[in-house]
């Protein structure tokens, strides 16, 4: 509200310039500085060689990277006016860069949570099972391509990709298939529902199930996605609603769920998925943000309180090869999210201010030669994961470049988090980073630039308006392509895969989905729908459709739906036809 008393158009940069007034005393002494500036020159000059001299900054050339130019050493030189309390301060303090916590993973591990998904719903019941007696501390469900873009396994559109990639859902009954011998009340549930549209309808079909078991929704515990990037940006498909109308039921999603169900992280704000469909950490980062802003914006217009809403906000990274970034990555978003929250919204509680995250290790990574080779990678990814500060984790399967991961797959993955969190001694130190010459310096260089991309995204109208005249997918496509050519020609070096290239080919046993889920599926829905009161889905479906075009809050709407039986298909094109179908900007 503040922002508004100040001028509609300052950017959040300028917002910030203005209002974090820096107070603090820099840690290192100005004589101790001159005199290591003399020395660090002279050691400059005589014992390094001339080629290392004139090529002081070098950029990692890694998949994804943000091609940021690191020194050859870092020094307190680098990094002159570094403030302990403005800029680093002590965990579970502001400004948070050192973790939301004051003792971290030492009174909290990071969740292990495994991503999961294929088949029928009993098949992904049975893979749940097992992570959960080998260790894994929360579930989270991958949906099948027809259930991520909405159509039943019965539409036409369906046919070949029912139950692969993901669990097929079409209604509440496959819900309470996929959750049979399960405590809702006590597991902890991640939902991949990527869209707003996918989450007003899977959601309100959990919350179905809970009722049907007598479980209140206070009691349940988890998170949706719930992202309009990932609907009108990285989704690739035959039919979108318009990004404003699709924004909307993003923050009706919000309202509904922090209302009804306290326990629950309304949204993910996806930055995972955006990155791996091309586009630098950086970005990723920026553009979570400037949609985190838009959604307060949006839901101070409606009324809500700023910390009311931003102590449910969560964020989903994607962490990549270059281990130092990364680590620094997080870091900086977590002490800029803290800096946006403070000084340009008011926030007050400091829950509000925490930048909580879940990520993932990055799957564009993984390569299908040699495939064992990705371990080590995702080890690696993982491992800067829990130095960064991160909340809650899923490590990528080292068969994922071929296929769903297997069982012994999955398993490896999970056992790769409790080797990190038992075995390495990396969780006994909170922030074991903090103060690294290398780590701070790139921490602030990060955060600057990752502020740079905001304002970038601000002056083309900001995140909704830069949604809806390509300005984004633009951006990626620009940057995905030029990331595509360095890969071809061998400036971005991946072992076995165009450097020192493997011999071995690609032979592997890959995982097999269940041959006759499609069938399965298909049977089922047909007996389900004779089954169901016809009358009640098409007044429940009716209400929906006024609903939408009314501007009332969706939700409420589509919980009665699932508890009339109404299928995910079935609602998909009641929103089609409410809000009408957009086409892409052309963009080249």
């Not at 391509?145 to 539409?155: A, G, K, L, R």
């Not at 990527?194 to 479980?215: D, K, V």
């Not at 992202?227 to 919000?254: G, K, L, Q, S």
């Amino acid at each position: 509200m503040e922002e508004k008393q100040t001028g509609e158009n300052k950017t959040t940069r300028d917002i910030l310039q203005e209002r974090v007034k820096k107070t603090g005393i820099p840690l290192y002494n100005p004589e101790a500085l001159g005199k290591l500036r003399d020395r660090f020159a002279q050691w400059k000059d005589t014992a390094v060689r001339p080629a290392d001299r004139e090529n002081w900054h070098a950029v990692p050339r890694t998949v994804l990277g943000s091609e940021v130019p690191r020194e050859l050493v870092y020094t307190p030189l680098s990094n002159p006016g570094f403030d302990y309390q403005e800029e680093l301060g002590n965990p579970g303090q502001e400004p948070f860069a050192r973790g939301i916590h004051s003792n971290m993973y030492r009174g909290r591990p990071f969740t292990q949570r495994q991503l999961v998904g294929f088949g029928a719903p009993e098949d992904t019941n049975a893979r749940i099972k097992f992570l959960l007696e080998h260790g894994a501390t929360g579930v989270n469900l991958l949906f099948d391509m027809p259930t991520i873009q909405m159509y039943d396994s019965d539409d036409p559109m369906s046919k070949g990709s029912v139950a692969s990639c993901g669990v097929c859902i079409d209604t509440v009954e496959d819900w309470d298939r996929l959750f049979e011998g399960l405590d809702l009340a006590r597991e902890t549930v991640s939902i991949v529902t990527h869209y707003p549209s996918n989450t007003a309808i899977l959601f309100p079909m959990y919350l179905a199930l809970a009722e049907r078991r007598g479980i209140p929704w206070d009691q349940l515990k988890g998170s949706v996605q719930n992202d309009v990037t990932m609907e009108e940006v990285v989704r690739n498909a035959a039919e979108y609603i318009p990004p404003r109308d699709c924004f909307r039921i993003e923050c009706d999603n919000i309202e509904f769920i922090r209302q009804h169900v306290a326990r629950w992280n309304f949204i993910t704000i996806n930055g995972y998925n955006l990155r791996e469909f091309g586009t630098s950490g950086v970005t990723e980062m920026a553009v979570a943000l400037s949609h985190a802003m838009a959604i307060l914006d949006e839901m101070l217009k409606r009324g809500h309180e700023v910390d009311w809403v931003g102590e449910r906000l969560a964020f989903f990274w994607s962490v990549a090869m270059d281990v130092f970034e990364e680590v620094a990555r997080l870091r900086a978003v977590r002490r800029l999210w803290y800096k946006i929250m403070k000084y340009k919204y008011g926030a007050t509680n400091p829950r509000s201010m925490w930048m909580r995250c879940h990520v993932q290790t990055s799957g564009i990574s993984l390569v299908r030669e040699e495939p064992l080779n990705n371990i080590v990678r995702s080890a690696y990814e993982a491992l800067a994961a829990v130095m960064g500060g991160v909340q809650s984790l899923h490590v990528d399967s080292y068969d994922e470049a071929y296929a769903v991961p297997s069982e012994e797959a999955s398993l490896l993955s999970l056992r790769t988090q409790q080797i990190i969190e038992h075995e390495t001694g990396v969780t006994s130190v909170v922030d074991p980073m903090g103060g690294s010459f290398y780590v701070e310096a790139l921490t602030n260089e990060m955060e600057q630039r990752i502020l740079d991309e905001i304002t970038e995204i601000e002056e083309h109208g900001g995140y909704v308006e830069a949604l809806g005249n390509g300005f984004l997918l633009r951006k990626i496509y620009e940057y995905f392509y030029g990331e595509q050519k360095k890969l071809e020609s061998g400036e971005i070096e991946i072992v076995a895969h165009n450097w020192q290239k493997s011999t071995r080919g690609e032979e592997f046993e890959a995982f097999r989905y269940p041959e006759d889920a499609e069938r399965k599926q298909i049977e089922r829905l047909a007996e389900f729908k004779m089954e169901r009161d016809a009358r009640q889905v098409e007044k429940s479906l009716k209400d929906l459709k006024d609903a939408c075009i009314s501007g009332a809050n969706i939700v409420p709407y589509t919980v009665n739906c699932a508890r009339a039986g109404c299928t995910v298909g079935e609602q998909w094109k009641v929103f089609k036809e409410a809000f009408g179908l957009w086409v892409r900007p052309k963009l080249f």
